[in-house]
């Protein structure tokens, strides 16, 4: 089991409103999870002790739901739930989701309409002028498509510094703890 962090539990809350959203789910229920994720990030304190102790409640944005979602989370490592509803999808789809412009609800449309679940699919779909014919979609939306893919497939590997900086300043700081290390600096291309 991987060590549970505060981030761990707000992503999992994130990625169940998304996954949510693609199934089509009541969009307050789909808020609360995004909510639940907010309050996990700004809280002040151990949320992560908190949960695995059962000790969420009174907690603003944590409904009794959530409290045992994320006690499940941060005592096991894993969410039952979560996993349930990543099962439910073509793990391709989480790829399609990246791109820049394609949010749940095109994301849905394309697999519910086209049977799209993965970016060759989707890339071979627009190549073909599949896409443009679905509605809330045209050749611009085909052609933006088609540009998100090819700068998918050129960064593909390589990461945002907003992304990293937080884990590219830990590391540097335990490197410059180091009696061997006179300067260290984050670098990237």
Known sequence: MSEVTRDTLAEVLEEIALLLELKGENPFKIRAYRNGAEVVRGFDGD???????????????IG???????HELASSGSLAYHQDLKAEFPEGLFEILDLQGLGPKKVKLLYDELGIASLGALKRACQSRKVESLAGFGKKSE?????????????SGRYLLAEVA???ERILELLRRHPDVSRAGVAGS
């Not at 009794?64 to 994320?70: D, G, I, V």
């Not at 052609?143 to 960064?155: P, Q, V, Y």
């Open 143 to 155: 052609e933006k498509i088609l540009a998100a893919i090819e700068t998918h497939e050129r960064f």
């Open 166 to 168: 937080p884990d590219a």
């Open 64 to 70: 009794s739901a959530l409290q045992e979602k994320l």
């Open 47 to 61: 949320i992560v002790q908190r949960a695995r102790d059962g000790d969420l409640k009174g907690i603003k944005g």
